[in-house]
């Protein structure tokens, strides 16, 4: 049983983990580039102000992807289902991240995986 499960798991695991760790990847080098404008150029306070608003959402969007990357860990572990979900559901949203449109198909398969009953089973 666990052998299927794991087998199962494995395809839209491996799909949830490149792409949250190419959206990390992009996130971080956005951040980057949004501390460096905010640290060198003198900007007007509603500037000042966007890039704030988009540096905190770049933020939350990469705490996302951290968790996505933990429940597809998980998933591929065979632990934690919940965790599992909410990875296939978070990497699913489209204004998580720049790979939401490979998320997406990774997130159903993983949804539909995940609430086969032998799999199910198998979680611990």
């Known amino acids: ?34 501390v460096v ?13 966007q890039i704030t608003i988009r540096t905190t959402w770049a933020a939350l969007m990469l705490v996302a992807n951290f968790v996505i990357i933990n429940g597809a860990l998980r998933m591929k572990q065979l632990e934690s289902h919940p965790l599992a979900l909410t990875a296939c559901i978070l990497g699913m949203i489209p204004c998580l991240g720049p790979c939401f449109v490979l998320g997406l198909p990774f997130g159903i398969w993983g949804l539909t995986v995940l609430n086969e009953s032998r799999v199910r089973r198998a979680f611990r």
């Open 1 to 34: 049983m666990s052998r299927y499960a794991r087998s199962q798991v494995s395809g839209p695991a491996m799909g949830l983990l490149v792409t949250a760790a190419i959206s990390v990847t992009a996130l971080i080098v956005a951040l980057i580039i949004d």
């Open 37 to 49: 404008i905010l640290a060198t150029f003198r900007l007007e306070p509603q500037q000042k102000t």
